[in-house]
């Protein structure tokens, strides 16, 4: 069980006990993500902190390796109920991958943990929480369920983590979120974690965390600029089609992704792909909790190599190693796009992401492209695109398309910028990598 003394040296991973090291390096970590590197430190010296991070950048580790390593090496008798390590997380899918890494890195320490969600029977959580869980990763609902029920209690609570604040917002949940602080200890280490920090995010945060430390993470390049981002105009009753030749004409992609609108739509895709012999599930509200876990469980571990999902899917999931996500229809909202095509090039990895678009649908494709301030470049070189789309779309005999911000009838007003009067590059653009 010995790991290589020198392999964590000068890193925050060497700070962790040999058996959580142990974990780490069976998981493949050799050099921590900035996130991890900045945060990491701080919460070794039980501080509380504030980190602004997107997912993908490495931060259930940069919160849960510390919070381990304090349990393992802080022992105290175990309470039934009385969990010490306390999660909120906003959704279901996002609690059960937490839970799963808390699984991998505690898998040398005896740390027993509970992840708790509604959507399913309770007996099972139950059953993990009387076994003495010093861990519990939870959805709000569910949690205060249980604690008035009088199965679950928050008065040992050593350390607390808030996560993706800005969703948990989102979503209605800062009732909820009142209710649960209101039954933690005062003397707690306080973790808040939010891909945004708007005056109501702030202002939760104040009333969370005791003189914190605030890292802030800024990936080095926003995440649509690593994406190979394509559109391919193609007729509404060939996009199936399409899709197939896509999939068996790149074997190299070996998790994809594909987004539909709506959730017979996605059943539609499945059965289609199925027939021609192509490994895949589908992901939407109508499946139970059991049928999404198993299929994301297939997907994450490359038993199924397509995963066809409505936007339930198009965020807060982070599955490494996604080759393209393909967009059957552009989605009503723009923000929408950027949150689906960012499930790849995740961590700093590059990635594919393929728009079909139809005649209909072009006001969405100019509304996308002025949303990312990019031109999304046409693939033609393809078995079913389409002129009648092409030209429906302005596109045709242009080459690569021109959006707004460089269309030369703006170029007066780019020379205008330049002499200092305001143009529409000198306004403010929606901070698309942010807002959740």
């Not at 279901?92 to 808390?102: D, H, I």
């Not at 369920?145 to 679950?152: A, V």
């Not at 095509?341 to 079909?356: D, L, V, Y």
Request: glycine share 8%; net charge positive.
């Amino acid at each position: 069980m010995e790991v290589d003394s020198g392999m964590f040296n000068g890193s925050v991973f060497g700070r962790l006990d040999q058996k959580l090291q142990h974990a780490v390096a069976d998981a493949g970590y050799k050099t921590p993500t900035p996130i991890q590197a900045r945060a990491m430190p701080y919460l070794f010296e039980g501080r509380d902190l504030i980190g602004i991070a997107q997912t993908g950048t490495g931060k259930t580790a940069a919160f849960m390796l510390p919070i381990l390593n304090h349990l393992w090496k802080v022992r105290r008798p175990r309470h039934i109920g009385h969990p010490r390590a306390l999660v909120l997380s906003p959704t279901r899918e996002l609690a059960a991958q937490t839970a799963e890494n808390v699984k991998k890195y505690s898998k040398y320490c005896q740390l027993p943990f509970a992840c708790i969600f509604g959507g399913v029977s309770q007996y099972g959580q139950v059953k993990d929480i009387k076994k003495g869980a010093e861990t519990v990763i939870a959805c709000p609902g569910r949690l205060i369920d249980l604690m008035t029920q009088g199965i679950l209690y928050l008065d040992q609570v050593e350390c607390f983590v808030l996560d993706e604040a800005d969703r948990m917002l989102d979503m209605g949940f800062l009732p909820d979120i009142k209710r649960i602080i209101s039954k933690l200890p005062k003397a707690r280490q306080s973790l808040f974690f939010s891909a945004t920090m708007s005056p109501a995010i702030s202002k939760l945060a104040g009333e969370l965390v005791q003189d914190p430390v605030q890292v802030t993470i800024n990936p080095e390049t926003p995440t649509v600029e690593k994406i190979n981002q394509k559109v391919m105009f193609v007729e509404k009753a060939c996009k199936d089609t399409l899709l197939i030749h896509l999939l068996k004409t790149h074997p190299e992609w070996t998790k994809v992704i594909v987004f539909t609108k709506m959730r017979h739509g996605a059943d539609r895709v499945v059965k289609k792909l199925l027939r021609e012999n192509i490994r895949c599930a589908a992901i939407h509200s109508d499946k139970t909790q059991g049928q999404r876990t198993r299929a994301l469980d297939g997907f994450r571990h490359g038993e199924v190599r397509v995963l066809v999902a409505t936007d339930i899917a198009s965020r807060g999931i982070d599955v490494p190693d996604v080759s393209c996500v393909v967009n059957m229809e552009l989605p009503l909202e723009t923000e929408s796009y950027v949150h689906r095509i960012g499930r790849t090039a995740r961590a700093g990895e590059s990635g594919a992401a393929i728009s079909f678009v139809t005649g209909e649908e072009r006001a969405q494709l100019k509304a996308v492209e002025r949303f990312i301030k990019k031109t999304i470049p046409v693939d033609r070189d393809q078995p079913y695109h389409s002129d009648v789309v092409d030209r429906k779309t302005g596109h045709q005999n242009e080459g690569l398309p021109q959006a707004p911000w460089v269309h030369p009838a703006n170029r007066n007003k780019a020379n205008r910028k330049r002499q200092g009067h305001k143009s529409f590059l000198g306004r403010r653009q929606p901070d698309f990598g942010q807002k959740q």
